[in-house]
């Protein structure tokens, strides 16, 4: 079955910093891999998804995701942390031949200025 | 602004009631997904409909049931409520059903809590 794993429910970093916040997965078939993000009272946003190809994805905001099979991890960076990165941010993968999203526990992101 | 529209945004309700939370997709959007967001559960999938046919269920209890009607708005019916059923409820929509690769896009969600 699926599941995704994050580590660190809270992560904090200085503004200008690098953000890394990280994801390992467990998916019997090739997963396809997303994170979201919550800012403050608000929904969800997609913020970049992996199905196939090109394992390095480009989102918004500047923020990317790299998948690495043989490490089961689907981990987000941004070079440089803003004010505005400040947000709850989710690991999610699809079962397979569903379009059900499963979702880790979200790690809360701050940036100190 | 994801285009997929909630309400209301907030509903404060007693235990044993029943209540109806709404949601109407993007323009053009046929799938329709509810999701509960809970500090004990975290967030979790509960229903799928497409163009009016259920097509997926996750965790959802025996005392919730949602329906997505002709003009493709849905519905997510909550009874004999609990405390515990006081969480943040999201509805999000994609094109289509069957596509791993769909974008869903959720809407702001509905603040419910049980007294």
């Known amino acids: 079955a699926q599941s995704v794993t994050q580590l660190g429910s809270h992560v904090s970093v200085s503004e200008g910093a690098l953000v890394l916040l990280r994801c390992n997965y467990s998916?019997?078939?090739?997963?396809?891999l997303f994170w979201y993000v919550q800012y403050p009272n608000q929904g969800l946003q997609l913020l970049l998804k992996?199905?196939?190809?090109?394992?390095l994805v480009k989102g918004i905001n500047g923020f990317e995701a790299e998948f690495k099979k043989s490490e089961t991890s689907f981990h987000l960076t941004k070079p440089s942390a803003h004010m505005s990165d400040a947000a709850e941010y989710f690991c999610?993968?699809?079962?397979?031949?569903?379009?059900?999203?499963?979702f880790g526990t979200g790690t809360r992101l701050q940036v100190f200025p | 602004d994801s285009g997929v529209t909630q309400t209301p945004k907030h509903l404060i309700t007693a235990t044993g009631q029943r209540v109806t939370l709404r949601c109407s997709p993007r323009?053009?959007?046929?799938?329709v997904y509810w999701y509960q967001q809970s500090l004990d559960q975290g967030l979790q999938f509960l229903i799928q409909?497409?163009?009016?046919?259920?097509?997926a269920k996750g965790n959802i209890l025996e005392r919730f049931s949602a329906q997505q009607f002709p003009d493709l708005h849905s519905e997510l019916n909550l009874s004999s409520l609990e405390l515990g059923d006081s969480a943040l409820y999201f509805c999000?929509?994609?094109?289509?059903?069957?596509?791993?690769?769909?974008?869903?896009?959720f809407g702001p969600g509905t603040r419910l809590t049980v007294l």
């Open positions: 999000a929509s994609s094109v289509a059903a069957g596509v791993r690769t769909d974008t869903q896009y």
């Open positions: 998916s019997s078939v090739p997963p396809y």
């Open positions: 992996y199905t196939t190809g090109a394992t």
């Open positions: 999610a993968v699809t079962l397979s031949y569903t379009d059900k999203l499963i």
């Open positions: 323009s053009g959007d046929l799938s």
């Open positions: 409909y497409y163009n009016g046919e259920e097509r």
